[in-house]
């Protein structure tokens, strides 16, 4: 499956920002769709994670209440909308698709099989 994000750019702190995540070649089902970010020189950082059937999300705990993960089932896709944006939110954010992810794993980027090209978030104070 080819992922594919878009979305980002540049905001101000306490701004919202959204970003998508399509696929092709295959729809989701089956898949854990997950969000990570990263910042230069450090891990890829778990954000938020769905898993597609049935819906269940997955937040980092700094990050529950200011991002929210969803999906449009006819659309393939999967969003993370940003809100009350702060400077450290600033990274590569990436989305990554796996189908064979535990619930355990589901903060592991090693557990995921598939990328998007990843898109930055740039928050100023």
């Known amino acids: 499956v080819q992922l594919q994000a878009s979305g980002g750019g540049s905001a101000q702190a306490g701004d919202s920002l959204g970003l998508s995540c399509s696929a092709s070649?295959?729809?989701?089902?089956?898949?854990?769709v997950g969000w990570f970010r990263q910042v230069l020189g450090k891990e890829r950082e778990f954000v938020a994670a769905?898993?597609?059937?049935?819906?269940?999300?997955y937040y980092a705990d700094s990050l529950r209440g200011r991002f929210t993960i969803s999906r449009d089932i006819a659309k393939n896709t999967v969003y993370l909308q940003m809100d009350n944006l702060k400077p450290e939110d600033t990274a590569v954010y990436y989305c990554?698709?796996?189908?064979?992810?535990?619930?355990?794993?589901?903060?592991?980027?090693?557990?995921?099989?598939?990328w998007g090209q990843g898109t930055q978030v740039t928050v100023s104070s």
């Open positions: 070649g295959r729809t989701f089902r089956g898949y854990v």
């Open positions: 769905m898993k597609w059937n049935g819906g269940s999300t």
């Open positions: 990554g698709a796996g189908g064979r992810i535990i619930q355990s794993n589901i903060r592991n980027p090693h557990a995921y099989d598939h």
